[in-house]
């Protein structure tokens, strides 16, 4: 297991590199460790038409991924920011599986949820009971925000709110 060089762990799941895009750029904003949310998947994975509708299933009968083992021991971090895309207006399968397994390591969790347009508050609800806690912040980016060109603002936003929360906890230690 890797060694944390940070208090903050980014781990994520991307099946098309959006969330994956974001969650570099916030985790090099924290200055974070990061982590990719890796399935036993051989062949094509998750990618192409037929995929899409099986992630589709696996999103909207709640199933289980069978996930590659953590690189970074989850404990270890004060806080754990889990992003992920709304699948069928759930959280993506591999991200709530990775929670069930993670979640009760976890001392505080952040939500990243990237989507289209809608399903955000369904898929947050989700990932927050999958790991038995509550969030202290979440953030949402949409395609719309992307267009807009506010993601870059939300997720300064995001950032601010989870160094402001390490903060108020740990007042005579430095945060990044
Ligand atoms: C199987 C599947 C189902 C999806 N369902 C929704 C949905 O219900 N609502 C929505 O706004 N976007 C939905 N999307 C779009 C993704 O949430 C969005 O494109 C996201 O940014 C993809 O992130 P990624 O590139 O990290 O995989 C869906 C995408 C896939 C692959």
Do not use: N
Not at 148 to 166: C, E, P
């Amino acid at each position: 297991m890797s060694e944390p060089r940070s208090p903050i762990l980014v781990v994520y799941y991307s099946r098309s590199g959006r969330t994956r895009r974001i969650a570099e750029m916030l985790a090099s904003e924290l200055g974070a460790d990061i982590e990719p949310i890796c399935e036993r998947r051989l062949g094509v994975g998750r990618k192409g038409a037929r995929s899409y509708v099986g992630s589709l299933v696996d999103a909207w009968l709640q199933r289980r991924a069978d996930l590659l083992p953590a690189r970074h021991d989850v404990s270890s971090y004060d806080v754990v920011v889990v992003g992920s895309a709304v699948w069928a207006r759930h959280a993506s399968a591999p991200a709530v599986t990775w929670l069930k397994e993670h979640g009760g390591h976890i001392q505080r969790l952040a939500l990243l949820c990237c989507l289209r347009r809608r399903g955000a508050t369904q898929a947050l609800t989700q990932l927050a009971r999958a790991a038995g806690k509550p969030a202290i912040a979440s953030c949402v980016v949409a395609a719309r925000d992307l267009r807009l060109g506010v993601d870059g603002l939300k997720r300064q936003a995001f950032a601010r709110s989870i160094r402001h929360r390490l903060q108020a906890r740990r007042p005579t230690e430095r945060v990044v």
